[in-house]
């Protein structure tokens, strides 16, 4: 049977804040077995960009980077957000290692071709270097990935976290039974919008397009299950998506094949 | 015969600007054998801070970092110049790794003490982990080091490049036949300061001291030199200083026992 890996994605607003970064570093300290940390940091490089003059803007939740904000980005997830969560899992005992997709060239992507939106330095992941980062956690090296790849020709590419906390997990199934866990501001997928406890707690395939159907599931949860299903069929063994501070509980929505 | 291994030392100003940078990783790409690359980032940190109102207070030449400052120090060493290097070299089919010394806990350090000056979080460093380095290095990965330590209780603290090539450079020297090479701004020690062409070849402890004693090596070249025979002390074969531009050349001045 092969080992368990758990790969855990959080959001900006959870890394960006002193007491949600400690509580959730405790908590990722405490998880078993192998794991990764993927982490945002949008909310930091917004604020970092105004203080700097540069105008923040959104296309369909994505960031577009020009040369100026691909250094603020690299700055903000490379650096600021990354070794903090390195040094503070580090006074946890958690060996952490820092890493963009160009450390030992980890994650490599290509520059998203201009269509209707030019998005500037914005990569589309092409391969995930699964030998390496499977030696590594093997070694007990605990991978924080920021959401930063290259194109191999010298350029850093702003990358989605949700996409690389995706392709980690899809690569990493090869190697590792992985549980892959978006961390959401709502205790898991809602039944009712307006109460956040009415979680549901497995979703399958089936159950998934009966749920849009009905219009329960609606909006930007649509592409965050088709991603769940997407990576399940890629070998994922699970997907859950639950509260940040929920990672070490048995709560949330389970999405299952 | 143990194998040898470069330690290659750059200071701000080459990895600041395109030209240079893209000339030095050229060089740095064809060193044989073993290597790893130490950084600075000074003039792209005073700048970032003084866009962002945060005043660069330096004392003998080292960065008070207060808060705000460590801030600005993480996300430009540990980001923004740290990971173009890498981008770069990666380009260049170097398989770059870019590390703080809190990522796999490679270099800790302790706050420095407050004495005359309370230089803030910065770091005198206690401890490096050549195992983990002689690893990755013997893997064929070039350790890329930012100026950064931790000192294992969370916090990140500021650290002089010289110091953490001088260091590293120590404790691989267990495992390695080192040559630790520190690029300067000069073609290496000169014998006349206004004829940038008198450059001494070699030098000896006994040459040194009578180099200080007629007034030749003044300045800051001498804790420069004395930590050279220090890392020559402890183990490291050789010391070279000498232009970046000249680090595949047998110029500049060599330090020998």
Do not use: W
């Not at 160009?102 to 209707?116: F, G, H, L, T, Y």
């Not at 039974?177 to 205790?187: A, G, H, I, Q, R």
């Not at 909006?219 to 990672?247: C, D, Q, R, Y």
């Amino acid at each position: 049977m092969r080992e368990k890996l758990t790969v855990i994605k959080v959001g900006g607003k959870i890394v960006e804040e002193e007491a949600t970064l400690h509580k959730l570093l405790d908590d990722f300290a405490a998880i078993e077995g192998y794991k990764v940390l993927v982490h945002g940091g949008g909310r930091s490089a917004t604020k970092l960009a105004a203080q700097l003059g540069i105008e923040s803007q959104m296309v369909n939740g994505r960031r577009i980077t020009d040369a100026e904000t691909l250094k603020v980005v690299t700055m903000v997830y490379g650096g600021l957000v990354n070794k903090n969560i390195v040094a503070g899992l580090q006074a946890r005992g958690v060996n952490a290692l820092g890493l963009t997709g160009a450390d030992m060239d980890v994650i490599r992507s290509v520059k998203r071709p201009v269509k209707d939106v030019d998005y500037g330095f914005v990569g589309d992941v092409k391969q995930v270097n699964a030998e390496f980062l499977g030696d590594l956690i093997h070694k007990g090296v605990v991978p924080v990935m920021a959401p930063l790849t290259h194109d191999g020709a010298g350029n850093l590419l702003n990358t989605n976290a949700d996409t690389i906390a995706g392709e980690t997990a899809k690569a990493l199934a090869a190697l590792f039974d992985v549980t892959l866990v978006f961390c959401f501001e709502k205790k898991g997928v809602l039944r009712d919008e307006n109460d956040d406890d009415s979680v549901i707690p497995q979703i399958t395939p089936a159950e998934f397009k009966q749920y849009v159907a009905d219009g329960v599931i609606q909006g930007g949860m649509i592409p965050k299950l088709e991603n769940s299903f997407e990576a399940l069929n890629a070998g994922v063994t699970e997907v859950v998506i639950t509260l940040a501070s929920a990672i070490n509980e048995n709560s949330g929505t389970r999405i299952k094949k």
